[in-house]
């Protein structure tokens, strides 16, 4: 499924839910393209189709991606 930002940009694929994260593919995290990154259930706002809208538009939602452990990709930086 696509996840989308309240604005309707692309942030991501999902590749699987896991607990209350969303893990998406590797080739949509960015610079990190070797690994997972993870987006908060709690900022779903809608599925609908094939796409998971959000509740941030996309370039707020990318600065509360998280990594595995929960640490968010923002405060690495």
């Not at 694929?13 to 993870?38: F, N």
């Not at 189709?49 to 452990?69: I, M």
Request: hydrophobic letters at 40%; aromatic letters at 2%.
């Amino acid at each position: 499924m696509e996840v989308i930002g309240a604005d309707g940009v692309h942030l991501g694929t999902v590749d699987k839910v896991e607990g209350d994260r969303i893990k998406l593919t590797k080739a949509d995290s960015g610079s990190h393209s070797d690994h997972h990154h993870y987006l908060s259930g709690g900022l779903v706002a809608e599925v609908e189709g094939n796409r998971v809208r959000l509740s941030a538009n996309a370039d707020n939602a990318a600065l509360l991606e998280e990594e595995e452990a929960g640490e968010a990709i923002a405060d690495l930086k």
